[in-house]
């Protein structure tokens, strides 16, 4: 009861909110110093080299010889983020601050803070500011956020902040005031689908949940949702099989080649993922259970690193707190969107069998399944208080035991993904420090370095003014 008293005090002081915006920002400047100027991903030489040649925009952009090596994976939204990040890096080494930062990345990063804040305060409810002060806490901290603001892909960010911005339209024109739909949902719901595959597949998704949700309740507005979702839907598989190949084909005169489009199972990478496994229900039995645990992991490094089985009983009591509010709609919101986050998970796999490495699996592609967690945490938290708001005090004890446990777990989780064989970073390492140096030491020829040919080609680029 006194603990209680005394929580309520501090949240209903004035300057929490200045302690919040203070420690989040904190949180920020850690994660860039942290990456002591980031370093540049295999990947991302290539990526940056094309970006900063003397050909035409549309060219550098539509270029998916150089930005996808040849794949056509119909996200070219990214790759125009992506010359801007590039361009971000060229200028601050011109000004003397040699680094490999995504401006896109941060500033997206508090683009999705902003609007979920709003999304967890007036549509979820949860009114308590230390608790979002701590769940936004854990956010910052899960690798795959703290980690990723590096120069590579802007694709996961950007699909993030698409879908962000358009789950609360959604709420917002779900809000009895409102009777019209936003016309901004079509846009951005485009956008969202060319920003990243994964992008496409929350479109549908969306488009998916709206016609179950329509189904069950046989609601005129989930109906109306429904339609808006489907026809952008169609519209982005236009654009992914017709127009998207055909400009392409128009600007750099190389037809696409869109087996990466074509998710016919096992040979979604044109080769089988799991050669080493003959049996081929053995095989699907790897890829649900690495999606199992992929998925787990995530809540794992989201809440304090703690044991699997700690999460699965989290996630049973979130679901029964959830439950026990009686609404259905939400309930089976709730179902769908865990079904299709491993849906989405299992094609990425197969997609990307590389996920399942130790240093992979804790950066990049994680990046929206840790958005998901955040607002899942949210809603089962505000619950919680609801029907037990007794446990808030517990509640504030333990999600600030688990961002204890996430800070300290940063290094171990650095180490492994800089010195993990399979992690790009272990190939960077050795030359990073000398490539760094010779972006700073313009009056040394780059050959002086001794950096491998593409990366001395990188610092020839960036060092013209």
Known sequence: ????????????????????????????????????????????????????????????????????????????????????????IKISINFGFPHFYSLIYYLGLVIILFV???????????????????????????????FSGIFFRTGKILSSVFLILILYLILQQLSPKNKKLSLLLLPLSFLMSISDRQGHFFLLAITFIFFALWAFTRKKTYKRFFILFLFSSLIALLYDYYLGPSIIKRITGVQPNIIFMRPDFLTYTRQDPRWIISNLWLKLWSFVIDSLLFILDTFSYFLGNTHLFIIVLALVFGFVAIFKSKKKEIFLLLLLSFFLVFIMTFFMLIKQPQMVWPGIRRIYYAFPLNLFILLF???????????????????VFTLTTMLFLNIISLPNHYQIIRYSVESDEYKVHEYSPRLFHCLKNSSNPESFYRLPKEVENVCSQLRKK
């Open 1 to 88: 009861m006194l603990l209680n008293k005394i929580l309520n005090q501090l949240e209903n002081n004035k300057f929490i909110l200045i302690f919040g915006i203070i420690f989040l920002s904190l949180l920020f400047i850690a994660s860039i110093h942290f990456r002591g100027g980031a370093s540049l991903q295999y990947e991302s030489q290539s990526f940056i080299l094309n970006y900063l040649d003397n050909r035409p925009v549309l060219q550098k952009i539509f270029d998916i010889q150089k930005n996808d090596w040849g794949f056509y994976q119909a996200r070219e939204l990214s790759y125009f983020f992506d010359m801007l990040d590039a361009n971000f």
């Open 116 to 146: 979920t804040a709003k999304i967890v305060g007036n549509f979820i409810g949860l009114k308590s500011p230390l608790i979002v002060l701590l769940l936004f806490s854990l956010f910052l901290t899960a690798p795959a956020v703290f």
């Open 377 to 395: 945490s949210s809603l089962a938290i505000n619950q919680f208080i609801r029907f037990w708001p007794k446990t808030k005090v517990l509640l």
